[in-house]
């Protein structure tokens, strides 16, 4: 008793040492030129222009006779949805898609906010940029800027923008919402160069914020998207307000990180380990590495030769929505690979599934999406941001279905001004997209707190 009592004292005293001791750093980085050919010379075009999405009976017709000459592939005998995209209901789907799905339908509801584009470094950023139609007397609407991941797109957060623009509490904030598309996703531009990552990403973004006049802001993101708004911290933390994000896998794993694997499951308090993490983390082998080489294939690909299987996906539709909801399915339940269906219109309608597919299809932006991986893992492990910890205020929702369970300390390893970290009743990894009440709901309880904290302080 005595020996272990002595053990968690030495290894709390490592831990809070290694904590303190990180010293404030800002990132880094430098204006780009990721148009075709080299720079034009003057100044940059800052203009913006409404951009409206469309389609026309060309872009139906192609596509009609595309999925008309799938071939398709029989699944495996009690397969479902454990090698893939099960082809059964695969077809399913592809006959809704066919026959029902109402794509002008779903243009005009994309319409339904104001979308723009602004060249910026050399491509054009497609956003979206939604007013509130009331604000309270005495205040004013809070800047939101909201980051999109792989394979999501700025629809991902239809669902959620109306809840924060027009809430209907009367104590809650009302924001004013930015939601851009990176360059090579949707409507975005795809860089004509290599080399643009997250960090490129965010500095546009910065560039994007300060075009439409915001000088300081808060940031939201998930999958990529947490990245990026990681990133934007980093560079500017006195622009950025308070960071939210809804993802944060370790991104350089350190000492307390290995100790808390070795040794949380014997002294989960030690570390402050749930319940939750528990269940979430042990068997270390099965939880922490079979299960992430079973989902992380793509990764591979897409971080070595996009290009290759990505001409694939740009020239089959019915190709193209099985790699891309394949991943609404898992990412969102783990359990959904053992359903014959994959469990995708549980959580999701087959519109809102089948409109972010077309948002690829009618952009051609798979290849370019998948080049984002090689941009980020190409340049090794060990880039400068992810050796930077991060001290802009930051609120963590920790939805149970996520692809990698990340526990509170592991989160503050990173973020060291941790203002909220909220244990999520429900939700995957496309939590905006499922739950768009619950991260309503986390977002302005850490933004009220964030600015509660600097009233105090004026």
Not at 72 to 97: A, I
Not at 118 to 145: D, M, Q
Request: aromatic residues 12%.
């Amino acid at each position: 008793m005595f020996t272990e009592l002595l053990v968690c004292l030495l290894i709390g005293g490592l831990i809070c040492f290694l904590v303190q001791r990180s010293r404030k750093q800002v990132l880094k980085t430098e204006d780009g030129w990721w148009g075709p050919g080299a720079p034009p010379d003057g100044g940059e075009d800052v203009t913006i222009y409404p951009f409206k999405v469309s389609t026309s009976d060309k872009e139906l017709e192609d596509l009609y006779t595309r999925i008309d000459q799938t071939r398709p592939v029989p699944s495996l005998e009690d397969s479902q949805f454990n090698y893939g995209f099960n082809s059964q209901y695969l077809q399913k789907v592809v006959s809704y898609w066919r026959h029902d799905f109402d794509w002008r339908g779903q243009v005009d509801k994309l319409n339904q906010y104001s979308h723009f584009k602004t060249n910026i470094e050399g491509v054009n950023i497609h956003y979206l940029h939604v007013k509130p139609k009331k604000v309270p007397v005495g205040s004013a609407a809070i800047p939101l800027i909201m980051v999109h991941g792989w394979p999501g797109s700025f629809y991902e957060f239809y669902g959620l923008i109306p809840l924060l623009t027009e809430p209907t509490e009367p104590h809650d904030l009302v924001f004013e919402v930015v939601c851009p598309s990176i360059p090579g996703y949707g409507f975005s531009e795809a860089p004509h160069k290599k080399g643009f990552d997250s960090v490129c990403a965010a500095h546009i973004f910065h560039k994007l914020m300060r075009r439409l006049g915001f000088q300081q802001f808060y940031a939201h993101g998930g999958d990529w998207g947490w990245l990026v708004t990681t990133n934007m911290a980093q560079l500017q933390p006195k622009t950025v307000r308070g960071l939210h994000v809804n993802f944060a896998p370790p991104s350089k794993p350190g000492l307390p990180l290995a100790l808390s694997v070795m040794l949380g499951n014997r002294f989960p308090k030690l570390f402050g380990f749930t319940d939750m993490d528990v269940q979430r983390l042990y068997p270390c082998m099965d939880k922490l590495v079979v299960e992430t080489i079973k989902e992380s294939g793509y990764m591979h690909i897409q971080a070595t030769k996009p290009d290759t299987v990505g001409r694939g996906l740009n020239d089959s539709p019915v190709g193209l929505a099985a790699y891309i909801l394949e991943k609404f399915s898992t990412w969102t339940s783990r359990d959904f690979r053992n359903l014959e269906d994959g469990g995708l219109t549980r959580k999701f309608s087959l519109d809102d599934l089948l409109t972010n597919v077309m948002i690829y299809w009618t952009s051609g932006c798979i290849v370019s999406s998948m080049r984002f991986y090689k941009e980020n893992f190409g340049k090794g492990l060990n880039a400068p941001h992810s050796k930077m910890t991060v001290f802009v205020p930051t609120g963590f929702a920790c939805f149970p279905n996520e692809l990698m369970h990340t526990p509170k300390l592991w989160v503050k390893q990173k973020y060291r001004n941790l203002v909220t970290f909220t244990p999520m009743a429900r939700g995957g990894h496309f939590a905006a997209m499922e739950e768009p009440q619950l991260m309503a709901e986390d977002i302005q309880k850490f933004i009220k707190l964030v600015e509660k904290k600097k009233k105090k302080q004026q």
